[in-house]
Antibody, heavy 119, light 108 residues
Framework: QITLRESGPTLLKPTQTLTLTCTFSGFSLTTNGMAVGWIRQPPGKALEWLALIYWDDDKLYSPSLKGRLSVTRDTSKKQMVLTLTNMAPVDTATYYC???????????WGQGTLVTVSS | DIQLTQSPSFLSASVGDRVTITCRASQGISSYLAWYQQKPGKAPTLLIYAASTLQSGVPSRFSGSRSGTEFTLTISSLQPEDFATYYCQQLNTYPGYSFGQGTKLEIK
């Protein structure tokens, strides 16, 4: 059974750094073509694609957030970590961890975690 | 950046209706397009990938097609559980996998 679960802080102050962890099971990030990534959704708004990290440690970032965003992985722990610096109220959103397979296709999503940025 | 424009943004329909949602890409993305359904408070679920391939377990009343840079999602006969918001997403690698702005499908 494939699952992804997001964990991390629910409330941050402006200028702080967000660190979210995605813990996954049921597949390996070392499988050729596999990737794990992040998508976010501000309350009542559309989905926004953020980043991906691939089976070979290649990384892909949203151009609009590239300077603030980084992703890393720990294949032995089956975890992937997102870091987003200089958080602002506009970064308030539900953050989803996702799996991408060769195709490419995003076929599994975590349940999401709401992160609120407020002073 | 590749922009996706979905239309309409809102759609009111009745059970049994046939509905079509369109997603237009600002440049060529081949068939690297997916459709998702999202219900309130839930994560999106994959309906269609590669423009027209039905994800396993998705009812056959859902279908997708492509004509150049225009993609369509069709629901042949709306069921009560289909009222939700639908998003398209392009998966042409560079510069990133952007989404459309969504189409909210409501009960008439």
């Amino acid at each position: 059974q494939i699952t992804l679960r997001e964990s991390g802080p629910t409330l941050l102050k402006p200028t702080q750094t967000l660190t979210l962890t995605c813990t996954f099971s049921g597949f390996s990030l070392t499988t050729n073509g596999m990737a794990v990534g992040w998508i976010r959704q501000p309350p009542g708004k559309a989905l926004e694609w953020l980043a991906l990290i691939y089976w070979d440690d290649d990384k892909l970032y949203s151009p609009s957030l590239k300077g603030r965003l980084s992703v890393t992985r720990d294949t032995s722990k089956k975890q992937m970590v997102l870091t987003l610096t200089n958080m602002a109220p506009v970064d308030t959103a539900t953050y989803y961890c996702t799996r991408l397979v060769e195709g490419p296709t995003i076929d599994y999503w975590g349940q999401g975690t709401l992160v609120t940025v407020s002073s | 950046d590749i922009q996706l424009t979905q239309s309409p943004s809102f759609l009111s329909a009745s059970v049994g209706d046939r509905v079509t949602i369109t997603c237009r890409a600002s440049q060529g993305i081949s068939s690297y397009l997916a459709w998702y359904q999202q219900k309130p408070g839930k994560a999106p679920t994959l309906l269609i990938y590669a423009a027209s391939t039905l994800q396993s377990g998705v009812p056959s009343r859902f279908s997708g097609s492509r004509s150049g840079t225009e993609f369509t999602l069709t629901i042949s006969s709306l069921q009560p559980e289909d009222f939700a918001t639908y998003y398209c997403q392009q998966l042409n690698t560079y510069p990133g996998y952007s989404f459309g702005q969504g189409t909210k499908l409501e009960i008439k």
